[in-house]
């Protein structure tokens, strides 16, 4: 099973991650997990280009750099993953993508769609965790993560955008969770975290 992580900044996506780590280590499921940028060695080169806080992209560089990102990722993490029988959980994938330079950046998402579609090979998860919370919560978590981990400049550059920015990513995710109900379920990311992987567990088919 292909399984993505999606929220605004500060949504709690690494957090839910390391608890289905646990819980698929606890099951006996083989998996991978990966993430983006960075889930592949490309990826790792281009991460400190599209996180830091001093990188000046044009909006059509960020683009085709996710972009080249996301293609070597499918092909040297997750497909050959997928064939050995593994599950793939992973950090941020293509909907991301469409929400932020799409919806917060203004391109057009029908395009998005299209040119996401040709850099995955048509590959789009099995299943979508949207962790959904008001954009003001998600940035005052995420500046008091990067604060404490040293992440302020390193990963920090979409973080310093302006509210509207965050709030049309939150917009564009809850729309595109409209639009495919059978790939996506809308987690409350202001839940407890136990409550939150009970929820994460049920959407994946895992009894509890």
Not at 97 to 103: H, K, L, P, V
Not at 140 to 161: D, K, M, T, Y
């Amino acid at each position: 099973m292909f399984v993505t992580v999606e929220g605004v900044e500060g949504a709690g996506k690494s957090a839910l991650m390391k608890l289905l780590v646990r819980e698929l280590e606890r099951r006996g499921i083989s998996f991978v997990r990966t993430r983006e940028p960075g889930g592949c060695g490309l990826g790792m080169s281009l991460r400190p280009l599209l996180l830091d806080v001093s990188s000046s992209l044009d909006s059509r560089a960020e683009l085709f750099l996710f972009l080249a990102d996301r293609a070597q990722h499918v092909a040297d993490t997750i497909r050959p993953a997928l064939s050995r029988g593994d599950w793939v959980l992973c950090d941020r994938y293509a909907d991301s993508t469409i929400a932020y330079q799409g919806y917060g950046r203004g391109m057009d998402v029908d395009w998005l769609q299209t040119i996401n579609d040709y850099a995955t090979g048509g590959l789009w998860p099995d299943r979508t965790l949207l962790l959904d919370l008001p954009v003001e919560n998600g940035l005052q978590r995420a500046l008091i993560r990067n604060g404490r981990e040293g992440l302020s400049r390193s990963e920090g550059r979409f973080e310093a955008e302006e509210r509207a920015f965050h709030q049309r990513i939150r917009d564009g995710f809850l729309e595109r969770a409209a639009r495919w109900p059978e790939r996506f379920r809308v987690l409350n990311a202001e839940h407890a975290p136990e409550v939150l992987l009970g929820e994460a567990l049920s959407a994946l088919d895992l009894p509890l």
